[in-house]
């Protein structure tokens, strides 16, 4: 089997994205995406490459790149350099952008490096080129019904019925939730905030991985943020209601904005029973992936929290 690397170098020289010799070795992998460490000898870069889609796209890579390119003023984020659809021998599409070094996000002392994250890239201008979530707990639900339907198999039933059920709660108080956010703007959210999504390096703290940014409201950063099923995915914190008042104040002090903490809290509460949905819906259609054949990219210790998770809906739920 050819050697991955082989292939990124050989590729990387036939673009003429990089010049000279190029070094090539593995960074991380995700669910949908594989990302190695290139460099020519002048600049260190990511060279990413995408085998999945969560938003249904058939240009996956571009949606990521424009993304990229949406919210590079807010300087906390990669800046993206090239990307390629047609690249069978790799993937379903490749991107090359800035490497930015550093440590992931520890929740017990990186909060405050966190909010100014999001305030700075709340703060740029909505972009054409993203899906807009205007009705974030319909299309949300709908997404997650989807999800919940794609592997109506043997494995967790009793699952799928409580998130069945949850699912029509919350498409029931939708209106309510609508109605809610109808005098907040739209701003460009991230939406998967995992503390290893961040980077805290030495030149201060930056959000990785777009590949499913959409125009909405800014509580689906914020909640995903806050909810459980991220603080647990990588690391053993959990907010309590003191520290999330915490955050979200100082969020808004980041963001200078005039909204009262409780008011921003309550309205991330409703969110969070919305990204809990999805956040479970997800584990159980990944679950029949991963014990059924054929997926690309597989990790054991994610597929042991997607199990974990899935025996404790009910508590997440509550």
Not at 123 to 133: E, F, G, K, M, R
Not at 243 to 249: A, D, G, N, T, Y
């Amino acid at each position: 089997m050819t050697d991955k690397c082989e292939l990124i170098r050989d590729y990387l020289q036939q673009s003429a994205w990089l010049q000279g010799e190029v070094s090539c070795r593995f960074l991380a992998a995700g669910e949908y995406n594989e990302n190695y460490m290139v460099s020519d000898g002048l600049r260190t870069l990511v060279f990413r490459i995408n085998h999945g889609t969560q938003l249904n796209l058939d240009k996956q890579m571009e949606y990521e790149f424009r993304a990229l390119e949406a919210v590079s003023p807010s300087a906390v984020t990669p800046r993206p350099l090239y990307y390629a659809l047609d690249v069978p021998q790799l993937g379903n599409g490749v991107l090359l952008m800035e490497y930015i070094a550093g440590r992931p996000l520890d929740y017990r002392c990186d909060l405050p490096a966190a909010a100014g994250v999001f305030a700075r890239i709340h703060a740029v201008p909505t972009s054409d080129a993203l899906i807009v979530q205007a009705d974030p707990a319909r299309d949300i639900a709908a997404e997650s019904y989807g999800l919940l339907q794609r592997y109506p198999g043997p494995h967790y039933p009793s699952v799928r019925a409580l998130l069945l059920d949850y699912h029509d709660k919350i498409v029931d108080s939708a209106a309510e939730m609508a109605a809610l956010y109808e005098n907040e703007p739209f701003c460009i959210v991230n939406t998967e905030v995992n503390s290893g999504n961040f980077i805290i390096g030495e030149q201060g703290a930056y959000l990785v991985d777009w590949e499913k940014a959409v125009v909405s409201y800014r509580y689906q950063d914020l909640a995903h943020f806050t909810i459980p099923t991220t603080t647990l995915w990588k690391t053993d914190f959990r907010f309590s209601e003191k520290h999330k008042r915490e955050f979200l104040s100082m969020y808004l002090r980041a963001s200078e904005s005039s909204l009262e903490t409780e008011e921003v809290y309550e309205k991330n509460m409703m969110m969070e029973r919305v990204i809990l949905l999805r956040a479970l819906s997800w584990c159980y259609m990944a679950y029949h992936e991963y014990t059924s054949a054929g997926r690309k990219l597989a990790h054991s210790d994610t597929f042991a929290t997607i199990t974990s998770y899935l025996d404790e809906a009910e508590c997440f739920l509550q």
